[in-house]
């Protein structure tokens, strides 16, 4: 073999080494993991309605036999983990004129209660303690504040009904909780008007946060099982 050709096969084997070098950086260019990225996952945040938890009803004028029991109970619930699966909470109250018209003394079926003005119409204290802790957006909303409407549920409210009908639309709950007193007529009234307009597979009551004027005659339970409402315990 002629110079000339050793020259030009030395060329050759020269331009495939430098040809290979440059496949084997491609490909380990190619199989390069790309940056991780960190995905923020949101966790499902639902509304927690407290209906009617005031003192009046828990050791006032018109106190309901497990009324106390319940709302230590859910206040505890309020100040461990419980409280993780809330975005939300509305705390409904009667907010009765005194010549309210459900009153005896006005003709009508109760004893005086949740006047506007007094003590009775305030928050369970030690409910209301675990309240003002949380760090989210609790609502207060009123009820029965016209004096000749009786208004067992917040939803036959005209403002406070608006209120929460508006929430559950642009809000983005997963679902809905109710709890609170009294479990045979606020509970199970604003549990039916909530229904005719949110999802019941949504929706579920808190049983060991609830208190009946009449345990043992309370719509509230038939009533659950008939719609498929899904009873939790804090």
Not at 42 to 52: A, C, M, S, Y
Not at 163 to 172: I, L, N, Y
Request: negative net charge.
């Amino acid at each position: 073999m002629n110079k000339k050709h050793i020259f030009g096969a030395a060329m050759l084997i020269v331009a495939m080494v430098f040809a290979g070098c440059g496949n084997k950086n491609q490909k380990q260019e190619e199989v390069k993991p790309e940056d991780e990225t960190t995905v923020e996952v949101k966790q499902p945040k639902r509304l927690l309605i407290i209906v009617d938890p005031q003192i009046d009803f828990t050791t006032g004028s018109l106190a309901v036999a497990n009324g106390p029991k319940a709302m230590e109970t859910l206040a505890e619930a309020l100040k461990s983990n419980a409280i993780d699966n809330y975005s939300h909470i509305v705390v409904t109250q009667d907010f009765h004129p005194a010549n309210h018209s459900s009153f005896v003394d006005n003709g009508g079926t109760w004893p005086a209660h949740c006047v506007q003005g007094t003590e009775g119409v305030n928050v369970y204290p030690n409910l209301q303690e675990a309240l003002d802790g949380l760090d989210m957006k609790v609502e207060y909303l009123h009820k029965g504040n016209i004096a000749e409407k009786e208004e067992y549920s917040i939803l036959q409210n005209e403002e406070s009904g608006a209120r929460v009908r508006e929430m559950t639309k642009s809000d983005g709950f997963t679902g809905i909780d109710i709890c609170g007193i009294a479990s045979d007529y606020c509970v199970y009234e604003t549990l039916k008007d909530l229904l005719e307009f949110y999802p019941a597979e949504n929706v579920r009551v808190v049983t060991n946060c609830i208190a009946a004027v009449d345990e043992n005659n309370s719509p509230l339970p038939a009533f659950m099982k008939e719609k498929g409402i899904e009873a939790i315990e804090f």
